[in-house]
């Protein structure tokens, strides 16, 4: 079992930044790829970026490639998103999710674990 708790997020003005976190418990975090996905209102969940267990390999989105940098810290259990040049469009619910899937995974079905999610908000 694994719980999930995210935070930082808030308001922030275009082109800011914001860093996520997402504390996990249990010791069995540096068994689970991580994942980070988003929802807007009316609009599905959509992938956003993931890391392998061990924070070799990352993947991102397009829409957030170049801009939103994901990283973990095994020995504090913790997963983060660094979001930079922020935009209106990012505007959403963000969750961080576990996954036994090695290298991470696009599909949140594979997630087995979510938290209650942390939400961001881009002012224009």
């Known amino acids: 079992q694994v719980q999930l708790v995210e935070s930082g997020g808030g308001l922030v003005q275009a082109g800011g930044s914001l860093r996520l976190s997402c504390a996990a418990s249990g010791r069995t975090f540096s068994s689970y790829a991580m994942g980070w996905f988003r929802q807007a209102p009316g609009k599905e969940r959509e992938f956003v970026a993931a890391?392998?267990?061990?924070?070799?390999?990352?993947y991102y989105a397009d829409s957030v490639k170049g801009r939103f940098t994901i990283s973990r810290d095994n020995a504090k259990n913790t997963v983060y998103l660094r979001m930079n040049s922020l935009k209106p469009e990012d505007t959403a619910a963000y969750y961080c999710?576990?996954?036994?899937?090695?290298?991470?995974?696009?599909?949140?079905?594979?997630?087995?674990?979510w938290g209650q999610g942390t939400q961001v908000t881009v002012s224009s």
């Open positions: 999710a576990a996954t036994l899937v090695n290298s991470g995974s696009y599909d949140p079905y594979e997630y087995d674990y």
């Open positions: 890391i392998s267990w061990s924070g070799g390999s990352t």
